[in-house]
C-alpha cells in the first residue's frame, strides 16, 4: 500500500521524475531498517564482550570461530561458557524482547489514541504492576517466598498489571465502544488509585523492602534466566507479533475512529486487541525487569521521525530501535559501575532522553530551513 | 440507493435527551448529487453520520439498496461507502499520499493501479503537489482536499457508489471549491450518488441536481435549486433577508448575504 521498506510495488510501476519523492523515500526508510538492524547487532556484540569476567571482543572472536570449526584459539571453557550461555545471552534476550514489545506497544497506544503523550504503562498497566510488585515485596515475599521461589514477584507484577487493564478498559467501555478520552481519564484515575495502594505499602515496608522496591522501580535484566524467558518470551513474542500485525489498523485508526470505521476497520474490536497486546507486553516485561521507563515512549517519536507514521514502517524500526536501546542500555549498566550495576532505567532515560532532543532540534532545523 | 422513512436521531439519555434529527425522509439515487444545506446546528452532519452508518437511528430506518443499513456488512460497505467528516486532522505525520491511499484499504489490494488511482484523485482536487507533505502540516483548505481526495479513491473504480462529504468546500477558495464540486460531479455523472452538506448555497444551486433544506433537524424542503431556494423560505429558515437572483450565464439562483442597512 505504501512505500514502506522498499516499496517495492511503487518501484515497479514508476514512470517519470513525478515518481522519485517516493523512490527515495523508500529507500530512505529500507536505509533506516537497516541501519537499525546493524544497531541492534552491534548491542548484541557489545553486550556479549563487556562485563566483569573479562571475556572481551577478541576471546569472543576466537570462541565463536573455534565453535565453527575455525581458528586456532582454544574453544570455549566451562566457565566461559556459563558466563556467555546462562549469563549474558539471556540478559540480551530479554533486553532485545522487552525493548521491542515496549516500543511497539508504545508506537500503537500513540496511534490508537492519537496522542503523542501516550506511554504504554498509561492506561494503568505500569501502576497496577507496580502495586502487585510492592504488594510482593512488603507481604508476600516472607509468607509465601518459599512456594514460588523467584517466579512470585514476576508473577505479582504480572497479575497486577493485567488485572489494573482490564479493570480500565471495563470501566470505560460502555454500550460495547471504549471512548478514547474515558479510557485515558480511567487510565488517569486508576493509576492515581493504584499509587495510593502502593504508597501505603510502602508506608507499612521496612528499610530492607524499601530498598528492593526502589531496585526494582528503576529496571533491571539481572533476574533474567532461560527458565523465565521461557515464560515471558512467548508472551512479549505473541504481543509484538499482534501489534506487528495490526500495522495498517494503525494507519487507518490515526484518522480518527469514525474514518477508520467508515474504511471498514472493526474498531471497537481492534481496539481491545491494541490495548491487551500492548498490557501483555507492558505486563510480561514489568514482571521480569521491573518498570524500564522511556523507551515506549521515546522510541516511537524517534522512530517515526526517522521513517515517518506509516507503521507499515515504522513498526519494524520501532522494535529495532527499542530493542537495541535496551541491549546497549544494559551493556552500558554492567559497564559504568562495575562491578556493580547501574539500574537500567537510569540509563535508558539519562542516554535516551538527550537522544530524542537531539532528533527533536534536527527535525525542527530541517523543518525551518 | 439510499431511501430514509422517518428517521429520527437523540442526543443524551432521559431528562437531558434532545432530539437532534426528527422524521427525516429522503431517497439518494444513483446519478444524483444532493446539496444539504441548512443553518449552523440544522443536523445536516447528524444525518450524514447516520447514512454512512456510523451513528444508530434512534428511531425509522436507513435503508441502502435495500438492506437496513446496520446489516450491511461493514467492509461491504467499506467498499461502496465514502464518507468524509469535518475532520480533524491526524496527530502524525503521514505523507498526504500515504493518507489518500488509506481510502483503498476496504478493497484489499496493493496494487499499482491504487497508486495511480490515489495520485489521479490528488490531481482532481488540485493537490497532486502535496502527495508528499506531511499531513500533519497542512493547511486547512489543503487537509480538505487531501480529505475529498481520500474520499474519492475510496470508490474509485466502484459501480452506484455513495459519496457523503460533509463540507467539503468550507475552507477551499472559490477556484479550489468549483474544482472539488466538479471532480465530485464527474463521480455523478458516472453512477454514484452523492449527498454534500455545504453552506454556499449559491455552490449548493450551480452544482446540485437537488437541494435538501434543513432547519432545526427537519427537512423544509426538497427539490431542485429553483424550488428550494426562495427567498421567503430562506428568510424563515436562516432568519435573516437573503435575496436570490439569478445566475446571468447558468440561470441557475445566485443567493446573496442580506444587504447593508
Given amino acids: 500500500m505504501n512505500a514502506a521498506l522498499g516499496g517495492r510495488p511503487l518501484l515497479r510501476m514508476r514512470r517519470g521524475a513525478a515518481l522519485s519523492p517516493w523512490r527515495r523515500r523508500g529507500n530512505r526508510r529500507l536505509a533506516v531498517l537497516l541501519a537499525s538492524a546493524t544497531l541492534l547487532l552491534v548491542g548484541v556484540v557489545l553486550a556479549l564482550c563487556v562485563g566483569p569476567s573479562g571475556i572481551g571482543i577478541g576471546r569472543l572472536l576466537e570462541i565463536a570461530l573455534a565453535a565453527v570449526g575455525l581458528g586456532d584459539g582454544p574453544p570455549a571453557g566451562d566457565v566461559e561458557r556459563g558466563v556467555l550461555l546462562h549469563v549474558r545471552a539471556p540478559r540480551i534476550v530479554l533486553g532485545a524482547a522487552v525493548g521491542a514489545a515496549l516500543a511497539l506497544a508504545g508506537a500503537a497506544l500513540q496511534a490508537l489514541l492519537r496522542n503523542p503523550l501516550v506511554e504504554p504503562g498509561l492506561v494503568g498497566t505500569t501502576a497496577g504492576g507496580t502495586l502487585g510488585a510492592v504488594l510482593w515485596i ?5 509468607a509465601v517466598g518459599g512456594v514460588l521461589g523467584g517466579f512470585g514477584l514476576a508473577v505479582a507484577a504480572f497479575l497486577g498489571a493485567l488485572g489494573a487493564t482490564v479493570l ?23 493509576t492515581a488509585i493504584f499509587s495510593a495502594g502502593t504508597g501505603f505499602a510502602l508506608f507499612l515496608a521496612d528499610d530492607q523492602a524499601l530498598r528492593d522496591v526502589t531496585f526494582w522501580s528503576l529496571g533491571s535484566l539481572s533476574r533474567a534466566t532461560w527458565p523465565a524467558l521461557a515464560v515471558v518470551l512467548p508472551c512479549l513474542g505473541a504481543a509484538s507479533a499482534v501489534l506487528i500485525a495490526r500495522a495498517q489498523v494503525l494507519d487507518a485508526l490515526l484518522l480518527g475512529e469514525a474514518e477508520a470505521r ?16 500492548s498490557a501483555l507486553a507492558v505486563a510480561a516485561a514489568v514482571g521480569l525487569t521491573g518498570s524500564i521507563g522511556f523507551v ?29 536501546a535496551l541491549v546497549l542500555a544494559d551493556a552500558g549498566a554492567r559497564t559504568f559501575a562495575a562491578p556493580a550495576e547501574l539500574p537500567i532505567g537510569i540509563l535508558t532515560a539519562a542516554v535516551g532522553g538527550p537522544c530524542f532532543l537531539v532528533l527533536l532540534f534536527a527535525r525542527r532545523a530541517r523543518m525551518a530551513g | 440507493m439510499i431511501r430514509v422513512r422517518k428517521l429520527g436521531y437523540t442526543r443524551g439519555r432521559g431528562v437531558r435527551a434532545r432530539a437532534v434529527l426528527t422524521d427525516i425522509n429522503l431517497t439518494l439515487l444513483p446519478g444524483e448529487l444532493v446539496a444539504l444545506v441548512g443553518p449552523n ?54 505523507s498526504c499520499l500515504e493518507l489518500v491511499l488509506l481510502g483503498r484499504r476496504p478493497h484489499g489490494t496493493r496494487a499499482a493501479s491504487d497508486l495511480r488511482a490515489a495520485r489521479r484523485a490528488l490531481a482532481d482536487v488540485c493537490a ?77 444551486a450551480a452544482w446540485a441536481d437537488r437541494i435538501v433544506l434543513m432547519a432545526g433537524g427537519g427537512i423544509v424542503a426538497d427539490g431542485t435549486p429553483e424550488e428550494a431556494l426562495h ?12 435575496r436570490v437572483v439569478r445566475d446571468p450565464v447558468s440561470g441557475r439562483p445566485w443567493v446573496l448575504p442580506p444587504a447593508r442597512p
Fill in chain 2, 128 to 204: 497532486r503537489e502535496l502527495e508528499d507533505r506531511p499531513a500533519d502540516q497542512l493547511s486547512g483548505g489543503e487537509r480538505q482536499r487531501v480529505d475529498l481526495a481520500r474520499a474519492l479513491v475510496q470508490i474509485a473504480g466502484v459501480e452506484r457508489a455513495l459519496l457523503l462529504l460533509d463540507e467539503p468546500t468550507a475552507s477551499l477558495d472559490p477556484a479550489h471549491g468549483a474544482k472539488a464540486l466538479g471532480a465530485v460531479r464527474v463521480r455523478v455523472d458516472a453512477g454514484a450518488a452523492a449527498c454534500v452538506a455545504l453552506h454556499d448555497l449559491s455552490l449548493a
Fill in chain 1, 138 to 142: 512488603v507481604f508476600g515475599a516472607g
Fill in chain 1, 168 to 190: 480500565v478498559v471495563a470501566f470505560a467501555g460502555s454500550r460495547g465502544r471504549v471512548d478514547n478520552a474515558v479510557l485515558i481519564l480511567v487510565g488517569v484515575a486508576l
Fill in chain 1, 296 to 324: 515506549g515512549l521515546i522510541v516511537p517519536h524517534g522512530a517515526r521521525m526517522l521513517v515517518g507514521a506509516a507503521h507499515r514502517a515504522l513498526l519494524p524500526v520501532a522494535a529495532l530501535l527499542g530493542a537495541a
Fill in chain 2, 231 to 242: 427567498e421567503a423560505q430562506l428568510g424563515a429558515v436562516y432568519g435573516a433577508a437573503l
Fill in chain 1, 262 to 277: 467508515a474504511l471498514g476497520v472493526r474498531v471497537d474490536v481492534e481496539k481491545r486487541v491494541l490495548v491487551a497486546a
Fill in chain 2, 41 to 94: 446546528g440544522a443536523g445536516k452532519s447528524t444525518l450524514l453520520a447516520l447514512l454512512a452508518g456510523d451513528l444508530a437511528p434512534a428511531t425509522g430506518e436507513v435503508r441502502f439498496d435495500g438492506t437496513r443499513l446496520d446489516l450491511v456488512p461493514p467492509c461491504e460497505l467499506a467498499r461502496r461507502r465514502a464518507w468524509m467528516r469535518q475532520g480533524a486532522g491526524v496527530p502524525f505525520a503521514l
